[in-house]
């Protein structure tokens, strides 16, 4: 019973700052995030917490600060899986919401020249950034490098100083990128769709 007591909301006057307010405006979806990640993005882009009327933390709309967002596509399939639409249409959202670039990279193990179907699945990620409003994106190749898409889409995020990942639990699923790693190799917040 006294530990019940304990987790009682504390009275107005006795919430204190906490020591890492920044951490407190990420969303449950960022819990993949390590905390120096979460802190280097929360220090680059300002967010802060607040505290409302009742003492709560208020989490300010930390989306609010992003302004580059990546799309990774990782499958094979020329007219975009289920997931990998998905990531785009909630990418261009995002993005015309905040006012955001785009940068779409496409990663696959394979050259071009073994994919036949390549320029069908360029023109179709550009048809459907295009219904979400966008027709001017960054658009970056990394095709046959003997590398995992995790390692790269860090290296991408990282070079570009990106603000958001945007992908698809599909990918985790299929294998394409490493769920584990994401939190080690992304130095950003990622936002996994569900399927």
């Given at each position: ?29 960022w ?10 993005w ?80 360029m ?73």
């Amino acid at each position: 019973m006294a530990f019940a007591s304990s987790l009682l909301p504390a009275p107005v006057s006795r919430v204190r700052a906490t020591t890492a307010p920044e951490l407190a405006a990420f969303p449950p979806a960022w819990k993949g995030v390590s905390l120096a990640a979460a802190r280097r993005w929360g220090s680059r882009h300002g967010v802060r917490a607040e505290v409302n009327e009742s003492g709560s933390i208020l989490a300010v709309d930390a989306l609010s600060q992003v302004k580059h967002v990546l799309l990774p596509v990782t499958d094979r399939n020329p007219y975009l899986s289920e997931g990998t639409r998905q990531a785009a249409a909630t990418t261009a959202s995002l993005a015309k919401k905040y006012g955001a670039n785009i940068t779409v990279v496409v990663i696959d193990d394979k050259p071009k020249e073994s994919f036949p179907e390549h320029d069908t699945q360029m023109s179709s990620i550009r048809w459907h950034l295009s219904e979400g409003g966008f027709t001017e994106f960054g658009l970056m190749e990394r095709l046959g490098e003997d590398r995992k898409p995790t390692a790269i889409i860090g290296e991408v995020a990282d070079e570009l100083e990106l603000d958001l990942v945007v992908l698809s639990m599909e990918a985790i699923h299929s294998k394409h990128v490493d769920g584990n790693l994401l939190a080690e190799f992304i130095p950003c917040p990622v936002l996994l769709l569900p399927l």
